[in-house]
């Protein structure tokens, strides 16, 4: 039975993607990291001896703490973001109880240095249409929630990269861009490991509307309408970015949840 201070893995993995997810905190101890150094999808590690440094940024919001097993570690770790005021869950189960299920993990290795304030900075060309709001709505909601993205001029977007230790992406030559037929967002699913079954779903209207192959999937059309529209509602590239992640958000969550569903209204007059 689930204590009410526990989260299952599998109630954490419905949130995981979601506006609604929760702050994830990765507590592990370094051996236990070391000995699998991979993220559940979004979360951040703090020492559990500096978690009580997180109360005030994370006063307000819904937290899940999670060791290896979850058990001393994460109950203590948690016990003291309550006591500072914070709605904190523990995973039940810890990490091992989210590798058995064969949930996915991010490798720690491929996700950019965070900068001074814990934050992963990315560079791309101004003016997104679809694959420079897919992508920065995948790290955002599976990498890193706290993501900042800089839209610059196309050709200084790799000198703004050296200069302010950004990581460029979308963009000719860069390790996160197009591989073939495939476009970024393919690329960061396949580096992080985030190919499970919604976003590989995803993953394919993406591409169909960013490499104008609308007839390969029937909802690429429609995405591809949403991303141009919004293009023109918006001159500002962060704005546009803030609005677009709604619309990752439906197309996700139909990815996820709606894809047998149908809708019909039949114009027949009734007898």
Known sequence: MTSPVQITHSQLLRLIGTPNAPVILDVRIDEDFDADPQLIPGAYRVPFTQVE???????????????????KISEGSAAILRCCGVDAEVLKGGQFAWRDANFPMVPMAKIPTRN???NSVWVTRVRPKVDRIACPWLIRRFVDPNARFLFVTASQVNNVAEKFNATPFDVDDAFWS?????CTFDTLLQEFELQTEPLNRLADIVRAADTDQLDKVPQAAGLLAASLGLSRMYSNDLEQLEAGMLLYDMFYRW?????DESHTWSTTPSA
């Open 53 to 71: 440094t997180q109360a005030e940024i994370l006063r307000g919001k819904k937290v899940v703490v999670y060791c290896q097993k979850g058990l």
């Open 116 to 118: 001074s304030e814990g």
């Open 178 to 182: 197009h591989r073939g037929e495939q």
């Open 255 to 259: 990815a996820r949840d709606a894809v």
